[in-house]
Protein backbone atom coordinates (compact mmCIF):
# COMPACT_ATOMS: atom_id res chain seq x y z
CA UNK A 1 0.00 0.00 0.00
CA UNK A 2 0.56 3.77 0.00
CA UNK A 3 3.60 4.90 2.62
CA UNK A 4 3.40 7.76 3.97
CA UNK A 5 6.98 9.31 5.48
CA UNK A 6 6.61 11.34 8.45
CA UNK A 7 9.39 12.74 10.54
CA UNK A 8 10.85 13.61 12.55
CA UNK A 9 9.86 10.01 14.41
CA UNK A 10 10.09 11.99 17.94
CA UNK A 11 10.60 15.20 19.19
CA UNK A 12 11.68 15.99 23.09
CA UNK A 13 11.35 20.19 23.26
CA UNK A 14 11.09 22.95 26.02
CA UNK A 15 7.87 23.84 26.89
CA UNK A 16 7.59 27.72 24.84
CA UNK A 17 9.55 26.06 21.89
CA UNK A 18 7.91 25.79 18.52
CA UNK A 19 7.80 22.65 16.85
CA UNK A 20 8.05 21.22 13.20
CA UNK A 21 6.70 18.30 11.61
CA UNK A 22 5.98 17.01 8.18
CA UNK A 23 4.91 14.25 5.81
CA UNK A 24 5.58 13.42 2.32
CA UNK A 25 4.00 11.10 0.29
CA UNK A 26 5.22 8.75 -3.31
CA UNK A 27 2.23 9.76 -4.92
CA UNK A 28 0.00 13.17 -5.29
CA UNK A 29 -2.80 13.64 -2.90
CA UNK A 30 -6.25 15.56 -2.85
CA UNK A 31 -6.62 16.02 1.29
CA UNK A 32 -4.54 15.92 4.14
CA UNK A 33 -5.24 15.07 7.45
CA UNK A 34 -3.65 16.19 10.89
CA UNK A 35 -4.63 13.88 14.04
CA UNK A 36 -3.31 13.96 17.55
CA UNK A 37 -3.49 10.74 19.60
CA UNK A 38 -3.11 10.49 23.22
CA UNK A 39 -2.59 6.87 24.84
CA UNK A 40 -5.31 4.39 24.46
CA UNK A 41 -7.59 6.69 22.35
CA UNK A 42 -8.50 7.36 18.93
CA UNK A 43 -6.98 10.02 16.70
CA UNK A 44 -8.57 13.59 17.08
CA UNK A 45 -9.03 15.79 13.56
CA UNK A 46 -6.47 18.84 14.41
CA UNK A 47 -6.31 20.01 10.77
CA UNK A 48 -7.97 19.62 7.48
CA UNK A 49 -6.26 20.58 3.85
CA UNK A 50 -7.68 20.19 0.94
CA UNK A 51 -5.91 22.67 -1.60
CA UNK A 52 -2.14 22.71 -2.75
CA UNK A 53 -0.69 25.62 -1.06
CA UNK A 54 -3.40 25.85 1.75
CA UNK A 55 -2.12 27.38 5.02
CA UNK A 56 -4.97 26.60 7.56
CA UNK A 57 -4.38 27.45 11.21
CA UNK A 58 -6.28 25.96 14.39
CA UNK A 59 -5.32 28.04 17.59
CA UNK A 60 -1.69 27.58 18.00
CA UNK A 61 -1.15 24.58 15.04
CA UNK A 62 -0.73 25.57 11.64
CA UNK A 63 -0.48 22.89 8.49
CA UNK A 64 0.20 23.39 4.71
CA UNK A 65 -0.62 21.35 1.94
CA UNK A 66 2.84 21.71 0.12
CA UNK A 67 2.43 23.08 -3.50
CA UNK A 68 3.71 19.32 -5.06
CA UNK A 69 0.80 17.99 -3.36
CA UNK A 70 2.81 15.35 -1.63
CA UNK A 71 3.96 16.47 1.08
CA UNK A 72 2.07 18.33 4.38
CA UNK A 73 3.83 20.12 7.20
CA UNK A 74 2.43 21.16 11.00
CA UNK A 75 3.98 23.53 13.10
CA UNK A 76 2.96 24.19 16.92
CA UNK A 77 4.05 27.38 18.53
CA UNK A 78 4.68 28.12 21.90
CA UNK A 79 4.41 24.39 23.12
CA UNK A 80 2.93 23.54 26.26
CA UNK A 81 2.82 20.11 28.35
CA UNK A 82 -1.06 19.04 26.53
CA UNK A 83 0.32 19.22 23.30
CA UNK A 84 2.47 15.99 24.66
CA UNK A 85 1.09 12.85 22.36
CA UNK A 86 1.33 11.25 18.86
CA UNK A 87 0.91 13.27 15.56
CA UNK A 88 -0.14 11.38 12.54
CA UNK A 89 -1.08 12.65 9.09
CA UNK A 90 -3.36 11.17 7.11
CA UNK A 91 -3.64 11.56 3.16
CA UNK A 92 -6.16 10.55 0.59
CA UNK A 93 -5.41 10.59 -3.60
CA UNK A 94 -7.92 11.66 -6.08
CA UNK A 95 -9.01 8.00 -6.54
CA UNK A 96 -10.76 5.83 -3.83
CA UNK A 97 -11.77 6.80 -0.44
CA UNK A 98 -8.86 5.47 1.57
CA UNK A 99 -6.82 7.48 3.61
CA UNK A 100 -3.18 6.61 4.24
CA UNK A 101 -1.22 7.25 7.80
CA UNK A 102 2.17 8.14 8.72
CA UNK A 103 4.18 6.98 11.42
CA UNK A 104 3.47 9.41 13.63
CA UNK A 105 5.49 12.05 15.42
CA UNK A 106 5.79 11.35 19.30
CA UNK A 107 6.46 15.10 20.95
CA UNK A 108 7.17 15.41 24.60
CA UNK A 109 7.27 18.45 25.81
CA UNK A 110 9.47 19.13 29.17
CA UNK A 111 7.81 21.56 31.58
CA UNK B 1 -21.88 12.66 23.47
CA UNK B 2 -22.51 12.43 20.02
CA UNK B 3 -19.41 11.35 18.69
CA UNK B 4 -18.26 7.82 17.50
CA UNK B 5 -18.38 5.49 19.86
CA UNK B 6 -17.19 1.56 20.04
CA UNK B 7 -17.77 -1.15 22.20
CA UNK B 8 -16.05 -3.19 24.33
CA UNK B 9 -13.44 -0.69 24.82
CA UNK B 10 -11.05 -3.74 25.84
CA UNK B 11 -10.98 -7.01 24.57
CA UNK B 12 -8.72 -9.95 26.20
CA UNK B 13 -9.22 -13.40 24.03
CA UNK B 14 -7.47 -16.55 24.03
CA UNK B 15 -6.07 -17.89 20.42
CA UNK B 16 -8.96 -19.83 18.47
CA UNK B 17 -12.13 -17.93 19.69
CA UNK B 18 -14.53 -15.62 17.54
CA UNK B 19 -15.13 -11.64 18.51
CA UNK B 20 -17.49 -9.25 17.72
CA UNK B 21 -16.94 -5.45 17.94
CA UNK B 22 -19.71 -2.70 17.63
CA UNK B 23 -18.95 0.83 16.40
CA UNK B 24 -22.05 3.36 16.69
CA UNK B 25 -20.95 6.73 14.12
CA UNK B 26 -22.12 10.21 14.28
CA UNK B 27 -25.77 9.76 13.48
CA UNK B 28 -25.55 12.23 10.56
CA UNK B 29 -22.60 10.05 8.55
CA UNK B 30 -23.18 8.08 6.07
CA UNK B 31 -20.00 6.87 5.35
CA UNK B 32 -17.80 4.43 8.24
CA UNK B 33 -14.37 3.01 8.34
CA UNK B 34 -12.58 -0.09 10.15
CA UNK B 35 -8.53 0.59 10.35
CA UNK B 36 -6.64 -1.88 12.42
CA UNK B 37 -3.89 0.36 14.30
CA UNK B 38 -0.43 -1.67 16.12
CA UNK B 39 2.02 -0.47 18.46
CA UNK B 40 4.26 2.22 16.85
CA UNK B 41 2.48 2.59 13.57
CA UNK B 42 -0.52 4.32 11.87
CA UNK B 43 -3.92 3.58 11.52
CA UNK B 44 -3.76 0.54 8.58
CA UNK B 45 -7.35 0.85 6.40
CA UNK B 46 -9.43 -2.10 6.70
CA UNK B 47 -12.67 -1.40 5.03
CA UNK B 48 -14.92 1.18 4.06
CA UNK B 49 -19.06 1.43 3.64
CA UNK B 50 -21.31 4.13 2.26
CA UNK B 51 -24.39 3.73 3.63
CA UNK B 52 -24.75 -0.23 4.28
CA UNK B 53 -22.91 -0.76 1.23
CA UNK B 54 -19.24 -2.49 1.78
CA UNK B 55 -17.27 -0.41 -1.04
CA UNK B 56 -13.63 -1.23 -0.35
CA UNK B 57 -11.68 -3.27 1.56
CA UNK B 58 -7.85 -4.24 2.33
CA UNK B 59 -5.96 -6.84 1.47
CA UNK B 60 -5.53 -6.70 5.71
CA UNK B 61 -8.42 -7.47 5.74
CA UNK B 62 -8.65 -11.83 5.36
CA UNK B 63 -11.19 -14.22 5.03
CA UNK B 64 -11.33 -14.20 9.13
CA UNK B 65 -12.35 -10.92 9.05
CA UNK B 66 -16.09 -9.85 8.52
CA UNK B 67 -17.61 -6.71 8.34
CA UNK B 68 -21.10 -5.38 8.24
CA UNK B 69 -23.30 -2.37 8.42
CA UNK B 70 -27.27 -3.86 7.87
CA UNK B 71 -28.90 -0.64 8.54
CA UNK B 72 -26.43 1.94 7.17
CA UNK B 73 -26.07 2.98 11.03
CA UNK B 74 -23.79 1.06 13.71
CA UNK B 75 -21.45 -1.58 12.15
CA UNK B 76 -19.98 -4.73 13.59
CA UNK B 77 -16.54 -6.18 12.70
CA UNK B 78 -16.21 -9.67 13.57
CA UNK B 79 -12.53 -11.79 13.76
CA UNK B 80 -13.02 -15.45 13.72
CA UNK B 81 -10.34 -18.00 14.96
CA UNK B 82 -8.25 -15.30 15.94
CA UNK B 83 -4.64 -15.35 16.21
CA UNK B 84 -1.89 -13.59 18.46
CA UNK B 85 -1.07 -11.20 15.81
CA UNK B 86 -4.52 -9.94 15.28
CA UNK B 87 -3.96 -8.32 18.48
CA UNK B 88 -4.33 -4.09 17.81
CA UNK B 89 -6.22 -1.40 18.37
CA UNK B 90 -9.13 -1.51 16.36
CA UNK B 91 -10.41 2.06 15.15
CA UNK B 92 -13.79 3.05 13.33
CA UNK B 93 -14.39 6.58 11.77
CA UNK B 94 -17.27 8.21 9.98
CA UNK B 95 -17.42 11.00 7.89
CA UNK B 96 -20.16 13.07 5.97
CA UNK B 97 -21.03 12.43 2.68
CA UNK B 98 -18.01 13.67 0.26
CA UNK B 99 -19.08 17.56 -0.28
CA UNK B 100 -18.22 19.86 -2.95
CA UNK B 101 -17.77 23.76 -1.73
CA UNK B 102 -16.51 24.13 -5.62
CA UNK B 103 -15.74 22.09 -8.87
CA UNK B 104 -12.41 21.30 -8.27
CA UNK B 105 -12.72 20.56 -4.49
CA UNK B 106 -13.95 17.60 -2.55
CA UNK B 107 -14.31 17.60 1.75
CA UNK B 108 -14.45 14.36 3.62
CA UNK B 109 -13.43 14.53 6.71
CA UNK B 110 -13.14 11.47 9.32
CA UNK B 111 -13.69 11.35 12.58
CA UNK B 112 -12.55 8.68 14.98
CA UNK B 113 -14.04 6.93 17.94
CA UNK B 114 -11.81 5.63 21.17
CA UNK B 115 -11.16 2.48 19.39
CA UNK B 116 -11.26 -1.52 20.72
CA UNK B 117 -8.06 -2.91 22.07
CA UNK B 118 -7.76 -6.61 21.53
CA UNK B 119 -4.97 -8.96 22.79
CA UNK B 120 -5.70 -12.32 21.58
CA UNK B 121 -3.62 -14.59 24.67
Partial sequence: GQQLNQSPQSMFIQEGEDVSMNCTSSSIFNTWLWYKQDPGEGPVLLIALYKAGELTSNGRLTAQFGITRKDSFLNISASIPSDVGIYFCAGRANTGNQFYFGTGTSLTVIP | ?121
Fill in chain 2, 1 to 121: DTGVSQNPRHKITKRGQNVTFRCDPISEHNRLYWYRQTLGQGPEFLTYFQNEAQLEKSRLLSDRFSAERPKGSFSTLEIQRTEQGDSAMYLCASSWPQAERDAAVSYNEQFFGPGTRLTVL
